[in-house]
């Protein structure tokens, strides 16, 4: 609805002009006159507002408190509500509604976006330069670490972290980040010095995991709202002072190891060649032990067999015993020459032509 202007315009028209001041009253020397608030406030009295200006105030207050009363929220979003800066509730992602007018604030907490965190990693573009050669950089220091058996070693590294409870990253700590920094340092110390340089240098995904467990561990009992997604473990290495002395020992532990596996080598050669002699010479035993075992037990069955049929028949016996034994040894002695022992008229006669026949 329009306001009446023409209608303003006539009452205006109809006004008659107001005669100028005296001289010597009015503003002095021809200065810019004041308003005339009179004259001003007869103009607004012929106004007119239009039938329905209260309908106008009212939606103009419900777009304003719409306006101020409603929020959005991201899909990888959170959204902590403060009513007089006192938290009050965390809303999820899409059209959400608050009490207008800054009464209650809104804060958008990005709980699905990673970050990272870099410890003694240097990202100088020319650090490979001759002009940074022998030179440890800042973040050298960071990474620069004692291991459990009092060496010296170059562990950088790197945490990807995401925020996992928004009311705790805003409300429990008062910089999360520096926090997860400070813990972070901490922590890789802390497994770092509980291992040998040669774990550090060549365990190094057992190495990540220890850590990343333990600095977890620390972030909830801190309470800083944030999770611990990766830990990247870059190339670790021993400082460049110490470098030459660390490749000599290098080189002497692989020579060890040679020589232990070449020794290792023929172990495996004679003990199993010497095992198997040994099981063969016992095998051998057992056996001779069984044969002569049962043999002594079949002499000793035979001779009780012939000692009871002895007691049978003791003359038939040792006689039949007599004559078995001369047919075993009689076969056995060559040539026999049986002569009567009471023989005394014949003269013994040896032949001894066919013993020479036969030593020829």
Known sequence: MAWDWEKLKEQQNKRKPQPPPPPGQGGGGGGPEPPNWEEILDKFKGTKLPDMWWLIV????????????????????????????????????????????????VRLIPVDRRETAKFGIDETPDRDNSRYQGRESDTASVSLMLTGDLNVALVPWSVQYRIKDSYNYCFKVANP????????????????????????????????????????????????????????????????????????????????????????????????????????????????????????????NRFLSLYEEYKKAPEVTRRRLYLEAIGDVLPGMGDKYIVDSDQKNLLPFLNLSDQKEAIK
């Open 58 to 105: 009212i939606l103009a207050v419900i777009v304003g408190v719409g306006a101020s009363s409603m929020y959005t929220v991201g899909t990888n979003e959170e959204a902590v509500v403060q009513r007089f800066g006192e938290h009050v509730r965390t809303t999820g992602p899409g059209l959400n509604f608050k009490w207008p007018f800054n009464i209650e604030t």
């Open 177 to 300: 980040e520096s926090t997860l920094e400070d813990l972070s340092e901490a922590t890789m110390r802390l497994v770092v010095g509980d291992s040998s340089v040669d774990e550090v240098l060549t365990e190094r995904s057992t190495i990540a995991q220890e850590f990343k467990t333990l600095l977890q561990k620390e972030l909830d009992e801190a309470e800083t709202g944030l999770e611990v997604t990766a830990v990247n473990l870059e190339k670790t290495m021993v400082p460049l002072p110490v470098q030459p002395s660390y490749n000599e020992e290098n080189r002497a532990d692989q020579e060890r190891e040679k020589i232990i596996l070449q020794a290792r080598e023929e172990y495996n050669k004679a003990i199993p060649a010497a095992r198997g002699e040994a099981e063969r010479l016992i095998r051998a035993a057992e056996g001779y032990e069984l044969d002569r075992v049962n043999s002594a037990e079949g002499d000793a």
